[in-house]
């Protein structure tokens, strides 16, 4: 009897602490880039409940990171010589993402401490980047910044420390902009439920945005017939430049 009420009281401990399960959703799974494309909002939502279905009792924060494909980038930095600004140093880092935006229910330094955010990368300020060779820590840092820095101001990183709402600790939804110059590929949407600092759940999305129509063919022929892109570039540009020469001549 003493085994079974040992065994019936850890049972009920452990069914009591299971952690919650995410119900994410996205309200569009595919993005189609055409002529004249201007960006768009994507509404990220879902539920937050117990393992039996039940709504969650608890007070859980959210943070959803929403990570575009990843690719090799070559940073350079310019300094002023002699009044003439010319590129000085320079590195390469084999792996950034071409789009990263965080939102979250609160500030995230009031969410979790940066150990846990670091390993989630949940902010700009923990975003790991994959330097190509050996490079100084504080090099590093400085060209990480630096990349972070560019990209903020051509709308592809982002983060909203308030830019989730939670209702009655079930439902949660966070709206994410995608500007006119995004990367297509595959977005992966990553949210997390978190409480008292420690992440308790999480769940994936995915996003695709692909070009459609023209654009899909004018991307299809520039990867499959590089040389022969370039040549008619060259060439469209030449005429385009003596057309508009002929045509003020006239003026």
């Not at 937050?48 to 070559?74: H, M």
């Not at 902009?177 to 990553?190: H, I, Q």
């Amino acid at each position: 009897m003493r085994r079974a009420a040992l065994a019936l009281l850890a049972f009920f401990a452990l069914t009591a602490q299971r952690d919650p399960i995410l119900v994410p959703e996205v309200s569009q799974h595919e993005i189609e880039v055409r002529q004249g494309f201007t960006g768009t909002e994507l509404l990220l939502y879902g539920a937050i409940l117990e393992p039996d279905g039940r709504r969650a009792g608890r007070d859980y924060d959210i943070v959803v990171v929403l990570k575009g494909p990843t690719q090799p980038i070559v940073l350079r930095e310019k300094q002023r010589i002699l009044g003439i600004w010319v590129n000085a140093d320079s590195t390469d880092f084999r792996s950034a993402p071409s789009y990263f935006a965080v939102a979250s229910s609160r500030p995230i330094d009031r969410i979790v401490d940066a150990r846990t955010a670091a390993i989630y990368e949940l902010g700009l300020d923990y975003l790991q980047l994959s330097p190509s060779g050996s490079i100084d820590p504080e090099e590093q840092q400085r060209f990480t910044a630096g990349l972070v820095d560019l990209r903020k101001r051509e709308g592809l990183y982002r983060e909203n420390p308030a830019g989730v709402s939670i209702s009655e600790q079930v439902l949660y939804q966070a709206r994410i902009a995608l500007p006119s110059n995004v990367t297509t590929g595959r977005y992966t949407a990553e949210t997390f439920a978190i409480n008292r600092g420690r992440v308790v759940a999480s769940a994936i999305s995915d996003v695709e945005v692909k070009k459609v129509g023209f654009e899909r063919a004018v991307a299809a022929f520039a990867q499959g017939w590089g040389f022969f892109y370039g040549v008619i570039a060259v060439a469209l540009s030449v005429f385009m430049g003596w057309f508009a020469g002929r045509v003020s001549s006239f003026v």
